[in-house]
């Protein structure tokens, strides 16, 4: 199976990392790309070790991709097959990032952007280790098998999308937001007003405050 890899940021304390994030970036992109975010949320999580892989394949133009898009055919079927396809190698690269730090699945956040949210809210939720949260801007939800049974954790969820995006439609953060409550998770889900596929400075805020909430006093 692919072993992946991509920028790391070490600890703002200077010590052994007690948690960790794993961001997952978008199609097209590289974990350079979600890398931005550790310095806005490293006074939350100064223990923290802040890991952004490159998805495992190239996309043919610049960047990666967690699965590919069928621009042509039925996208919604294709996007469901690349997430299940695509979910095992995340789940190695976080066990292995969990044997090889002594990090535990509860001091773990995983979050992405876009393509990277799906995978995040999919993975987090398919899990049975709990993690401290799952964080998915302007992204949508495939439920994995099992969803609200007692053999998969439920961490917190934060769903953040804005309201003019074209390119992955706000609905289906509305849409996740109802599936997951429904299926007896905490969500904290916020609508950017005015903003298209990007991540505000209300959405990083919001996100940023559902950290400080999730993180062990």
Known sequence: MTKLSGPMMAPANGQAPDSAVVLLHGYGSDGNDLIGLAPHWQ????GALFVAPNAPTPTGMSGFQWFSIDWTGDRVA????????????IEEFLRDLWAQTGIAPERTILAGFSQGAMMALHTG????EQLMGVIGFSGAYLPPDGLGGDSLAKPPICLVHGDIDQVVDPNLSSDANAVLTEAGFDVNYHVSRGVGHG??????????DFIAKIVPK
């Open 199 to 208: 991540i505000s400075p209300d959405g990083l805020s919001f996100a940023s």
């Open 43 to 46: 006074n939350l999580l100064p």
């Open 125 to 128: 939720t398919a899990l049975k």
């Open 78 to 89: 294709g996007r469901q097959r690349g997430i299940l396809e695509a979910r095992p190698v």
